[in-house]
T-cell receptor, first 113, second 116 residues
Framework: LAKTTQPISMDSYEGQEVNITCSHN???????ITWYQQFPSQGPRFIIQ???TKVTNEVASLFIPADRKSSTLSLPRVSLSDTAVYYC??????????????FGGGTRVLVKP | EPEVTQTPSHQVTQMGQEVILRCVPISNHLYFYWYRQILGQKVEFLVS????????KSEIFDDQFSVERPDGSNFTLKIRSTKLEDSAMYFC??????????????FGEGSRLTVL
């Protein structure tokens, strides 16, 4: 499974856009890129996933270049409640039942007033 | 919005005691998981469960651990004889059939286990 590398931490201010870039140089052809958010003492929460180009939902956008060796999670106009750890995961498309997620250290985002 | 619920939210136990952590996955989900997170560390995969059997387990999930879906709604994690190093937050998760190839799992709020 492709290893991911992302910044350990980032600071931002309310109302700003936060972009977190994750590198996954050894991503395989059938792998998806998935992002999770985790607040303190809570379970991870799925944010967004994509395979290539751009994906947008009500929470975030995910930009994936053509070579798929990196991806960028974009959080528009963050608020204090977006302070959390954000995990980038590469998820193998497998035929076995279920899907095991491998979490790294994540990026700790602190949103300041 | 449907959610995964876990009980207890916090359990304190003595080393060597048996502990059962309970989870109610989202009702139409077919894939079930347990993860754990030791304080300040990464979220770690323990086990996945499908069609009433374990589909994958990690090295952490040794003979002291077992899982069960006793009644079609609950999904339990049993630790037979707890050790100090079992102290962690344990997260149950479930996923739907359509998401079995992707990474969308729904996690519960967690059960904090403290072993003294």
């Amino acid at each position: 499974l492709a290893k991911t590398t992302q910044p350990i931490s980032m600071d931002s201010y309310e109302g700003q856009e936060v972009n977190i870039t994750c590198s996954h140089n050894n991503i395989a052809t059938n792998d998806y890129i998935t992002w999770y958010q985790q607040f303190p003492s809570q379970g991870p929460r799925f944010i967004i996933q994509g395979y290539k180009t751009k994906v947008t939902n009500e929470v975030a956008s995910l930009f994936i270049p053509a070579d798929r060796k990196s991806s960028t999670l974009s959080l528009p106009r963050v608020s204090l409640s977006d302070t959390a750890v954000y995990y980038c995961l590469v998820v193998a498309r497998i035929k076995a039942a279920g899907n095991k997620l491998t979490f790294g250290g994540g990026t700790r985002v602190l949103v300041k007033p | 919005e449907p959610e995964v619920t876990q009980t207890p939210s916090h359990q304190v136990t003595q080393m060597g005691q048996e502990v059962i952590l309970r989870c109610v996955p989202i009702s139409n989900h077919l894939y079930f998981y347990w993860y754990r997170q030791i304080l300040g560390q990464k979220v770690e995969f323990l086990v996945s469960f499908y069609n009433n059997e374990i589909s994958e387990k990690s090295e952490i999930f040794d003979d002291q651990f077992s899982v069960e879906r006793p009644d079609g709604s609950n999904f339990t994690l049993k630790i037979r004889s707890t050790k100090l190093e079992d102290s962690a937050m344990y997260f149950c998760a479930s996923s739907a059939q359509r998401d079995r190839y992707t990474g969308e799992l729904f996690f519960g709020e967690g059960s904090r286990l403290t072993v003294l």
